[in-house]
T-cell receptor, first 111, second 114 residues
Framework: AQSVTQLDSHVSVSEGTPVLLRCNYS??????LFWYVQHPNKGLQLLLKYTSAATLVKGINGFEAEFKKSETSFHLTKPSAHMSDAAEYFC?????????FGTGTSLTVIP | DSGVTQTPKHLITATGQRVTLRCSPR?????VYWYQQSLDQGLQFLIQ???????AKGNILERFSAQQFPDLHSELNLSSLELGDSALYFC?????????????FGDGTRLSIL
């Protein structure tokens, strides 16, 4: 069975400080992992994906994530938050044609 | 702009009714996915079609059905609507069918049941 847990429902950071959004997953198979961002009243936009190549994955807008199999984690990071990063972030695990979304982390960026 | 078009953007109807949501995938994408996003259930995968054939099923109710047409657009049919079906319904598309395919999402159809 597959599942994904986003450990924080809300994260608040100051502009210019690092961002860490945490995601743990469970999968009986070799999963693909994704991070998506959703701005208000918009669809989801792909930030990055892991598909069993390099464990450190770089995405758009300065985001990156590291796949750690031993910890079953796929945390999303960014060195310096920007006001435009304020949004809802979803971690997704995919295996055997099933897609499981985390409950989302709402990121607030304080000026 | 993701290239995925969903219509209508908003839909208001009553319990017991039937509605059809439409999705046009990005040019060249063969796979279409449907999702439901609600406050209590979060984002749930409903169903996937690939090149006209059903590929995978998630938490789709029997009252719901979907199809993908030869021109690759897809429709999600919701019948015998209940108050709990009020949600944002997203369509996404990808070039092929594999689980490692990144998906491109439309802006959704907001369905309100009165």
């Amino acid at each position: 069975a597959q599942s994904v847990t986003q450990l924080d429902s809300h994260v608040s950071v100051s502009e210019g400080t690092p961002v860490l959004l945490r995601c743990n997953y469970s999968s009986s198979y070799s999963p693909s992992l994704f991070w998506y961002v959703q701005h208000p009243n918009k669809g989801l936009q792909l930030l990055l994906k892991y598909t069993s190549a390099a464990t450190l994955v770089k995405g758009i807008n300065g985001f990156e994530a590291e796949f750690k199999k031993s910890e079953t984690s796929f945390h999303l990071t960014k060195p310096s938050a920007h006001m435009s990063d304020a949004a809802e972030y979803f971690c997704v695990v995919s295996a055997r044609n099933q897609f499981y979304f985390g409950t989302g982390t709402s990121l607030t960026v304080i000026p | 702009d993701s290239g995925v078009t969903q219509t209508p953007k908003h839909l208001i109807t009553a319990t017991g009714q039937r509605v059809t949501l439409r999705c046009s995938p990005r040019s060249g994408d063969l796979s279409v996915y449907w999702y439901q996003q609600s406050l209590d259930q979060g984002l749930q995968f409903l169903i996937q079609y690939y090149n006209g054939e059903e590929r995978a099923k998630g938490n789709i109710l029997e009252r719901f059905s979907a199809q993908q047409f030869p021109d690759l657009h897809s429709e999600l049919n919701l019948s015998s609507l209940e108050l709990g079906d009020s949600a944002l319904y997203f369509c996404a598309s990808s070039p092929s069918a594999g689980p490692n395919q990144p998906q491109h999402f439309g802006d959704g159809t907001r369905l309100s049941i009165l």
